[in-house]
């Protein structure tokens, strides 16, 4: 068989990869040879393109970047700082325009008619530079003349600004004086006003309310109905007792206010030793238990009493109406006298001192105004820029000139005064700075159009150059033309080569390689491969003969082996299934059988149970709720039979105090009615103090936006110092002295504005506490009316009370009575309930104990099998 097989491949496997390896290798050299012959052909092309075309281009260009270069050198001329500067520049521009006559000899293939229009050209441009210069020379001349007459405005400004802040100084210090003495004044009288006639009205008031407050808990003692009630009404009376003690303190020593403390100590006594009305009534509740002889005794005593209260309460009204009375008349010319002295000082403040720092600010603020108008007129960039600055200069110099009319004869100097009229002389006549302003832009506007005619001549320059470029294009394009002509040509056989190439690769590794080699390795390996995975019915493919043919009818082979071994395993494996299936059919029949026969009897026994158990629990629960419901109810019926005969025996007593309690809170109503008129008159005054402090508020903000408005002109004469450059910094350095002076003004006017508001918060304090007052009466008024409406209601439910309670407790004994009877047959009903329902929950544990245990023998059975 060996032999056979060594015949068989003497043109196996390797014999075709080795014919495929010669083809593409004689391929690669026929590429090759063609690639040489078009790089010779080539290589001719551009030495001729190198040799003759490149110089032509290559000068032409030169030509036209010098002519840029001089193009782009003449605005740094204009923009030149210095001499030296533009100097240099000149004499770079004659270095370039020699360069450029020197690169026009260069070019030898020009024509004569040709040079000549470039030689014209560049003598046009060095006539347009030559102009330029003269027009520069002049510009700078004038801008030397700018910087002298911005530097003498800057200075005149400053001396002038030197001389007249002193004065607006010594205004602002006057207005300060002024308005710290009239606040001063103001907030003195505020708190003697508060200190004083407020805290008198405010004293008699809650003298009224506490004292009134302590008459009507003597009255509510009368009718109390328990030692409870009494001591919480006792600590009420000492509380309004201490507050009229400390409003009584309060008062100024005047004959009202003496025969008031008597009073109020009077009053205070009905609640200490044996005037107490507290001790009392918690004698009356007890009266019970006392002997005919003691409650005699105690019934003289009330009466004794009642009298005293009655004549102490008339001599309380007598006593507290001239208190409030007098401390609201004094508080009313209080606020008079102090509303007429702000207005007073107001007045001053707004028509002196004010008017003079205005008339001073205004005069600084016109000079800064028109210093700044020159220096941003001397900084103008075109003439109608210069022309409206001028229009704004002059109506500032006008009102300057207004201004300083009216400050002669306020003080003002006259060297201050010659330096505002020399500032206002900076801006008029021929030599002012707005006329030489304008000659200086003519300057720039000739410069402009010199550059611009230089700028015309190098471009007609630049055109003429660029003719030139666009002939050594054209020749430069021939030899491009035949360039390209051999590398497509060259192109065309490579491709051709490359395409034959590609199509004899493809065909060799198509017809050889994949389908004799690769193919069949591939389907033999998924063949192996599907074997592998148990797959053993798959076909192999054993044609040909070649090596793979051999492997493929080896691996033929060990499919038929596999087979084999497949069928002799699952003989196996079925035999050993059926068996184990009798076996677990077996014991599930059995399992089957026994829950049948014993579950069902458990399950019955259960059920019955539970619902024995549910039976005895709802018995129980019944007999429970019966059994508590009567004790409740017993209960509530002992409880009400007391309370109906305590409510009896109460409603004579609280009959007799309703008629007492009626009189004096009427009484407390109409004086705490009056109480609250007198508040509403102080309100009204205070409110009018208040007002007063607003106006000073108004002057302050006057002064204020006097000062923001200077702040303001001071920051526009810094911005046009910025724009004046260095010729600007004196005038800054006056402009921040300026706002510094403003500054200082705002900050004054902010202390006093912070004054008036403490004026404005005492004021508002006293307007709180009058307010106070006439809420705490008005809430005062609302009690006792509450409490007079309750006593009416109080009244007209005794009489029913009474009548009512005999009846009541009748009907709560015999209520008691029958919750006793059952209460005993809900205590024997509960008793049976129990037994009966622990005998079903021993039932229904062991039905349950036994379910488990079958559960449990059976899961194990089936588990198993």
Do not use: C
Request: proline share 1%; charged share 25%; aromatic share 4%.
């Amino acid at each position: 068989m060996g032999e056979t097989v060594r015949k068989r491949l003497r043109f196996g496997v390797g014999g075709k990869l080795y014919f495929a390896l010669l083809g593409i290798t004689l391929i690669t050299i026929v590429g090759i040879g063609i690639s040489l012959t078009a790089f010779f052909a080539l290589k001719d092309t551009l030495q001729l393109f190198t040799g003759n075309s490149i110089p032509a281009i290559k000068n032409s260009m030169a030509l036209a970047n010098t002519s840029a270069s001089i193009a782009a050198t003449a605005p740094a001329l204009v923009s030149a700082s210095t001499e030296e500067e533009r100097t240099e520049i000149q004499d770079g521009m004659r270095v370039g325009l020699d360069d450029l006559r020197g690169r026009l000899e260069a070019l030898t293939t020009l024509t004569d008619e040709q040079r000549e229009k470039i030689s014209a050209q560049v003598g046009e441009i060095e006539s347009a530079l030559t102009n330029l210069q003269w027009t520069i020379s002049r510009r700078e001349e004038l801008r030397g003349d700018m910087d002298k007459l911005t530097k003498s405005i800057n200075q005149a400004h400053a001396q002038f600004v030197a001389e007249a802040i002193p004065i607006v100084q010594n205004a602002n210090a006057a207005l300060e004086f002024r308005g710290d003495e009239t606040i001063g004044n103001a907030v003195t009288a505020v708190e003697e006003l508060l200190e004083g006639e407020v805290l008198q009205l405010q004293s008699g008031l809650k003298a009224a309310a506490a004292g009134h407050q302590m008459l009507a808990v003597i009255a509510v003692t009368n009718s109390a109905g328990s030692p409870e009630m009494v001591d919480m009404l006792k600590d009420e009376f000492d509380q309004s007792s201490n507050e009229v003690y400390d409003a009584v303190n309060n008062l100024a020593d005047t004959e009202n206010s003496v025969v008031l403390r008597d009073v109020a100590l009077g009053l205070s006594l009905f609640g200490l030793g044996d005037k107490s009305v507290f001790a009392l009534r918690k004698q009356e509740l007890n009266k019970g238990s006392l002997g005919i002889g003691e409650q005699l005794q105690i019934d003289i005593k009330r009466v004794a009493i009642k009298a005293e209260v009655a004549e102490l309460t008339s001599k309380f009204k007598a006593a507290i109406d001239p208190v409030v009375t007098e401390a609201s008349y004094k508080l009313i010319a209080g606020g008079e006298k102090l509303t007429e002295a702000v207005e007073t000082s107001i007045s001053t403040l707004v028509k002196e001192d004010a008017g003079t720092i205005r008339n001073a600010l205004e005069l600084v603020a016109q000079a800064n105004l028109a210093a700044g108008l020159l220096n941003a007129g001397a900084v103008a960039t075109d003439a109608e820029a210069v022309k409206q600055i001028t229009y704004q200069f002059h109506a500032a110099n006008d009102a300057l000139n207004v201004a300083l009319e009216e400050f002669r004869d306020r003080g003002i100097d006259e060297f201050t005064a010659d330096k505002a009229e020399e500032l206002s002389s900076f801006g008029i006549g021929a030599s002012s700075v707005f006329e030489t302003r304008n000659e200086l832009i003519d300057m720039e506007n000739a410069a402009a159009t010199t550059l611009e005619q230089a700028r015309q001549s190098v471009s007609a320059m630049i055109h003429e150059v660029d003719l030139l470029v666009a002939e050594a294009e054209e020749q430069a394009a021939v030899s491009e033309a035949s360039a390209m002509a051999t590398i497509e040509q060259s192109v065309q056989l490579l491709a051709l080569v490359g395409v034959g190439s590609v199509a004899l690769s493809i065909l060799i590794g198509w017809m050889l390689v994949r389908r004799q080699v690769v193919r069949r390795i591939n389907g033999l390996a998924e063949t192996m491969g599907v074997i592998a995975d148990g797959d053993l019915e798959t076909d192999v493919d054993t044609t040909g003969s070649d090596e793979i043919s051999v492997m493929a009818r080896t691996v033929e082979i060990f499919r038929d082996n596999g087979r084999e071994v497949e069928r002799l395993r699952e003989e196996q494996q079925r035999a050993e299934a059926r068996s184990a299936e009798e076996r677990r059919q077996a014991m599930r029949d059995l399992a089957d059988t026994f829950e049948q026969s014993v579950k069902a009897i458990v399950d019955q026994v259960g059920q019955s149970a539970g619902e024995m158990e549910r039976s005895s629990e709802t018995m129980v629960t019944a007999s429970e709720q019966v059994k508590s419901e009567s004790t409740g109810v017993r209960s509530i019926a002992e409880a009400t039979s007391n309370n109906v005969n305590t409510v009896a025996a109460a409603a004579e007593e609280l009959a007799a105090s309703v008629q007492e309690i009626s009189a004096n809170i009427s009484e407390t109503s109409r004086v705490a009615q009056q109480a609250a008129d007198k508040a509403q008159s102080t309100d009204r005054i205070v409110a009018s103090l208040d007002a007063e402090s607003q106006k000073i508020g108004e002057v302050v903000k006057l002064i204020t936006d006097i000062a923001e408005q200077t702040n303001l002109l001071a920051l526009n004469a810094t911005i046009e110092a910025a724009r004046a450059g260095d010729a600007g910094k004196g005038f800054a350095v006056v402009a921040s002295e300026v706002k510094n002076l403003a500054t200082q003004t705002a900050k004054a006017t902010e202390e006093i504005s912070a004054q008036i508001d403490a004026v404005q918060a005492n004021t508002n304090q006293a307007v709180d506490a009058i307010r106070d007052i006439g809420n705490l009466i008005g809430d005062m008024t609302e009690k006792m009316i509450a409490v007079s409406s309750a006593v009416e209601e109080q009244g007209a439910s005794t009489d029913e009370i009474a009548r009512s309670s005999s009846e009541a407790a009748q009907s709560t004994n015999q209520v008691s009575s029958t919750m006793n009877e059952m209460m005993g047959v809900a205590g024997e009903a509960g008793a049976n309930a129990d037994q009966v329902l622990s005998a079903a929950k021993g039932v229904a544990a062991q039905a349950q104990s036994l379910d488990r245990e079958v559960q449990s023998f059976l899961n194990k059975v089936r588990s198993d099998n």
